[in-house]
């Protein structure tokens, strides 16, 4: 970091009234040094950093950032509803017409229930299978983000085994482990999770297999569990409706959040008639999860969703930086490994298990305006254009170059050592 830099200014008197310095998903921890912790700015598909740096967008806040920040028309219906009732004693009309909306788009949907965060959808989802079935135990795929709550698995520190207990896990795409985990469940199997796709991070993404989608849904229905589907990450972005829609696979239950509302604070939880009355009997609230002005927000968004071509526009562009990069990593003879679907994309280098390689390259790329991520799926918005692409594949090109020049001297990366243990 830069001596007298914003960043360095922000970054000192954060490291004393912020455990840590910053936390979860948006902590600097695990990313490369020159990494800005701190922005100040965000427009369309560009950020600027604490000291002013303008840069290509290619995280969209972690998911969020669906049609672009700030868009005039989605801060606009927000801000109006802010003028006239935001918190309230009671919701808007506005909570039964977004519900409406989205019981029109999702196939499996027949009713809605609002919250903050995806992790409040996830939580609740495990609540009202646990409900309907009245049994607890809870199917995962290893390696998949639910959330930050001490049931989903992330890092043990202050979590204990009961706060874990009645959870089995299974190899994403793998029907025989699904198999086996569905007949260790025994008659206590409340719910299968899944996410849409294996967009774990650290490893190559994989779509959903017909196979395995199908046969999570038979086994739901032979065991009268909850099939539920995570769309959290990808919802809006691969489809207008559930994810696994396009496999003709519907779920019970399905979560929503992130770019629900372009950045305004929503999520929903999703589910159909069979889920009805145990969606009726669990207590799960918050003191904010009826606020109108997101509400507006999300409707803006859906009609956005549903009145424009955003989502082709993303995958045209999705598919002109995927081809692009390609090509530009052959040319420099780099291995160079891209998956998950083209608006979702994950970068990961052959050859770099510590990922020395991704680290050098995002630093790089940075270093000419662009923001890239080493290790987590990216997101592309509708706010991007063919210009950001180009702008996005002449520094690839350049930092391709600069790796592979550089390649002999690059030293161990020690923040991803645990990759390798
Ligand atoms: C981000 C995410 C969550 C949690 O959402 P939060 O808003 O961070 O609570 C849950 N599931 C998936 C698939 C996610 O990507």
């Given at each position: 970091m830069r001596e007298g830099s914003q960043e360095k200014q922000w970054r000192d008197r954060a490291a004393a009234v912020i455990p840590g310095g910053m936390y979860g998903h948006q902590s600097t921890r695990l990313l490369p040094e020159d990494y800005p912790q701190f922005f100040s700015r965000a427009k369309g598909a560009r950020l600027w950093d604490a000291d002013g740096r303008e840069l290509i967008d290619l995280m969209c806040a972690y998911g969020p950032n669906l049609m672009g920040y700030g868009d005039a028309a989605i801060d606009g219906a927000f801000m109006a509803q802010l003028a006239v009732g935001d918190t309230m004693t009671g919701p808007s009309p506005l909570i039964v017409e977004?519900?409406?909306?989205?019981?029109?788009?999702?196939?499996?949907?027949?009713?809605?229930?609002f919250c903050k965060n995806g992790g409040d959808a996830t939580q609740m989802a495990l609540m009202i299978a646990r409900a309907h079935t009245r049994r607890s135990?809870?199917?995962?795929?290893?390696?998949a983000y639910h959330g930050a709550h001490p049931w989903c698995p992330t890092r043990s520190a202050g979590v204990t085994p009961g706060d874990k207990a009645h959870q089995i896990f299974c190899d994403y795409n793998d029907v025989a482990s699904l198999e086996a985990a569905v007949a260790k469940a025994g008659d206590d199997l409340a719910a299968i999770f899944a996410t849409p796709l294996k967009h774990d991070a650290f490893v190559d993404q994989a779509s959903a297999e017909l196979n395995y989608a199908r046969r999570a849904r038979e086994l739901c229905d032979a065991t009268g569990a909850l099939l539920v589907v995570d769309d959290v990450r990808a919802g809006l972005r691969i489809a207008r409706d559930c994810s696994w829609s396009k496999l003709g696979v519907q779920p019970d239950l399905s979560s929503w959040g992130k770019c629900l509302a372009n950045g305004h604070p929503i999520s929903a939880l999703l589910g159909s008639d069979k889920a009805r009355r145990a969606a009726s009997a669990i207590y799960a609230t918050g003191s904010f999860w009826f606020q109108a002005a997101p509400m507006a927000a999300a409707l803006e968004t859906l009609n956005r969703v549903t009145g424009t071509d955003y989502l082709e526009h993303m995958e045209r562009l999705g598919?002109?930086?995927r081809t692009g990069l390609a090509t530009r990593a052959s040319a420099a003879g780099l291995g160079f490994r891209q998956t998950g679907p083209v608006t979702m994309p994950l970068f990961l280098f052959e050859d770099d298990p510590d990922l020395r390689l991704g680290f050098a390259w995002c630093s790089q790329m940075l270093a000419r305006g662009v923001?890239?991520?080493?290790?987590?799926?990216m997101f592309l918005c509708a706010a991007m254009t063919p210009d950001d692409i180009e702008m996005t594949l002449d520094a690839a090109e350049d930092s391709f170059t600069a790796i592979k020049t550089g390649r002999r001297v690059l030293e161990p990366n020690a923040k991803m050592s645990f990759l390798l243990a």
């Open positions: 977004l519900a409406e909306r989205l019981v029109g788009l999702v196939t499996h949907a027949d009713w809605a229930l135990t809870v199917i995962f795929a290893k390696g598919l002109a930086l923001y890239t991520h080493p290790w987590h799926n």
